[in-house]
């Protein structure tokens, strides 16, 4: 089975500064990863992924992520975060060939304060 | 382009009481999926569907019912509603991308209160 963890449930920030969201991830077996964006009363839109290749994926809105298999993480960063950046930010896992179901983590709220 | 598409927006239902949440998405994809949203929970899926006819279940099925008779769309029952279904649920649909991966996309959700 697969799960996912996201390390904080909050994350509040400055304008303009850096800031990461940490994921960790169990699986026995080969999986994609996810990183979500949920802006307030919206749905879920996909901000980037990991497939295979290169550990350093880039996504909308600036956004990357760096996936690393022996510490069975994925961190979502961002060099200059903006306000319009507040949101929920949810990892999520798959495993290939397996109808896609997703395994999505608890959840970060990015709060961007002026 | 409507992508997927979630009626009602919110609904308030009596302890007991039934309903459909609906979900029509127009990107001929044949996965689909219903999940609940609960704060600090993340998101669980509930029902998914892989074509026209069938469904399976996901982690949190008890209390739901779903069918898909067409590619369109895959309602989401709810036959006595209780307080613990009290919820934000997401519908989602997905094709198989290149490497076999499904990217999934969402609905703009339903958010339900049992009462």
């Known amino acids: 089975a697969q799960s996912v963890t996201q390390l904080d449930s909050q994350v509040p920030v400055f304008e303009e500064a850096p800031v990461e969201l940490r994921c960790n991830y169990s699986s026995s077996v080969s999986v994609y990863l996810f990183w979500y964006v949920q802006y307030p009363n919206q749905g879920l839109q996909l901000l980037l992924k990991y497939l295979s290749g290169s550990t350093l994926v880039k996504g909308i809105n600036g956004f990357e992520a760096e996936f690393n298999k022996s510490q069975t993480s994925f961190h979502l960063r961002k060099p200059s975060v903006h306000i319009s950046d507040t949101a929920e930010y949810f990892c999520?896992?798959?495993?290939?060939?397996?109808?896609?179901?997703?395994?999505f983590g608890q959840g970060t709220t990015l709060q961007v304060k002026p | 382009n409507a992508g997927v598409t979630q009626t009602p927006k919110f609904r308030i239902l009596k302890i007991g009481q039934s309903m459909t949440l609906q979900c029509t998405q127009d990107m001929n994809h044949n996965y689909m999926y219903w999940y609940r949203q609960d704060p600090g929970m993340g998101l669980k899926l509930i029902y998914y569907?892989?074509?026209?006819?069938?469904?399976d279940k996901g982690e949190v099925p008890n209390g739901y019912n779903v069918s898909r008779s067409t590619t369109e769309d895959f309602p989401l029952r709810l036959e006595l509603a209780a307080p613990s279904q009290t919820s934000v649920y997401f519908c989602a649909s997905s094709y198989p991308s290149p490497g076999g991966v499904n990217i999934q996309y969402f609905g703009a959700g339903t958010r339900l209160s049992v009462l």
């Open positions: 569907s892989v074509g026209a006819g069938i469904t």
């Open positions: 999520a896992v798959s495993v290939a060939g397996n109808t896609g179901k997703l395994i």
